[in-house]
């Protein structure tokens, strides 16, 4: 599960961060009162008017068919309101979005944090995230933040540092105090930056997030150290323990058909192939991708339907891979352990038959507990439906499926 800006920064903020303060508008007028509330707050008239989508690289991405883009400062009330209007109900496209874009349904009308002194600020990069190669977690720091941090960790990776935190023992004041120097900070800057330090991973630890990232992490005029952007990324496994994170979930950002999956208690994720798979079992949904590779084909999706692949699941199951304009086949794969073999072919035939017309072929490889009277329910349903046993029996008839 991903957050919003806004969001990310509020949950920092909870565990001691100091942020860029700003107010979420949803239409043109609430964005300009936003900004006459900075006023109030900061004496200043210039805010930042800032795009809310789940994706990076806002500043330099444009909404489509204009020149406007994703993150604008604004100078007068006038400026704020013309740039929410443009940036508002239209789709905004960054490096991250694809060609298709976002549609931007919120911006966050936030304080100008580039004060009078701006040649001393400096924008710094830090993240925290899980490396799973040692079992421990590693904050990746660089002197080098703000919208090329890509670019500057493929051509210059030796300004991108790491500081694993074993979590045994947890974070430690001397590995704050590392980090703080080794991004040159001194004096109060770098005694703010420790605390931030702190901060920020305990933000990390409290809400089970699985990465935090804040890009830029800004060093201002002043020596204060700031949150300017902030993007969260959380374990879906760990949501019950936080229903008030939950709550943030927005649905809008998320692809429509993994939504409705998820409803229904499927395991599902949309690709870009051509060949729909139903499967119950993570570890056989990928071998089942890779037989579809091995065929000539690509996976149109990744979905478990779980230990009880009954008639209801299947058919959602069916409905929802159907719904890929892109699919000219689908495998279905069941391996009968704790789920029967003819129990799951009933299902199909019986979720075929509430369907209707089905205008892909369709292939059932059922393997395990009374595989045979599953491909004997297949073959006499009348249904086109091909039956399989053995695995290159199915990847072959997705070959001839697809030719």
């Known amino acids: 599960m991903n957050l919003h800006e806004y969001q990310a920064k509020e949950l920092m903020k909870k565990n001691g961060a100091a942020i860029q303060e700003g107010v979420v508008a949803t239409t043109p007028e609430q964005a300009v009162d936003a900004a006459k509330k900075m006023k109030e707050l900061y004496n200043s008239d210039w805010v930042v008017v800032k795009s809310q989508i789940h994706a990076g690289g806002r500043g330099k991405g444009a909404i489509v068919g204009s020149e406007q883009k994703g993150v604008a400062l604004a100078k007068n009330l006038d400026q704020v309101k013309q740039i929410a209007t443009n940036i508002l109900g239209h789709v905004l496209v960054t490096k991250q979005t694809g060609p298709h874009g976002r549609l931007v349904n919120k911006v966050l009308v936030a304080q100008d ?4 002194g701006e040649s001393a600020t400096k924008e710094l990069y830090f993240s925290v995230l899980l490396d799973r190669s040692s079992g421990k977690n590693v904050i990746i720091y660089s002197t080098e933040g703000g919208m090329d941090i890509e670019e500057v960790a493929e051509k210059t990776p030796e300004k991108v540092q790491k500081e694993w935190v074993d979590p045994r023992v947890g974070l430690q004041d001397f590995q704050c105090r ?7 900070l001194e004096g109060n800057a770098n ?3 420790t605390k931030f330090v702190k901060a920020v991973y305990n933000t990390y630890l409290s809400i089970d997030a699985s990465m935090v990232e804040i890009n830029p992490c800004l060093k201002t005029s002043d020596n204060k150290i700031i949150a300017v952007d902030g993007k969260i990324s959380l ?3 760990a949501l019950y323990r936080h229903k008030d994170i939950e709550a943030m979930r927005d649905l809008n950002e998320e692809d429509p058909t993994e939504v409705e999956a998820a409803a229904a208690e499927l395991n599902y994720v949309k690709l870009d192939g051509n060949v729909g798979c139903m499967v119950n079992g993570a570890g056989l949904a990928m071998a089942t991708m890779d037989i579809i590779k091995l065929s000539g084909g690509d996976p149109a999706n990744f979905l478990d339907v779980g230990g009880t692949a009954n008639a209801e699941r299947v058919e959602k199951a069916f409905r929802i891979i159907l719904k890929d304009p892109h699919v000219k086949a689908i495998l279905v794969n069941i391996f009968g352990g ?10 199909i ?3 075929y038959k509430s369907i209707g017309n089905i205008p892909v072929p369709i292939i059932v490889r059922l393997q395990g507990t009374n595989a045979e009277e599953g491909k004997r329910i297949i073959d006499e349903s009348g249904l086109k439906v091909r039956g399989a046993i053995q695995l290159k029996e199915a990847a072959q008839e997705v070959k001839e499926a697809l030719a």
């Open 338 to 347: 704790i789920v029967r073999c003819d129990r799951v072919a009933q299902g």
């Open 178 to 184: 590392k980090i703080a120097f080794n991004l040159g």
């Open 349 to 351: 035939v019986d979720a």
């Open 191 to 193: 005694k703010e930056m």
């Open 113 to 116: 944090v580039y004060y009078p």
């Open 235 to 237: 374990d879906d496994n």
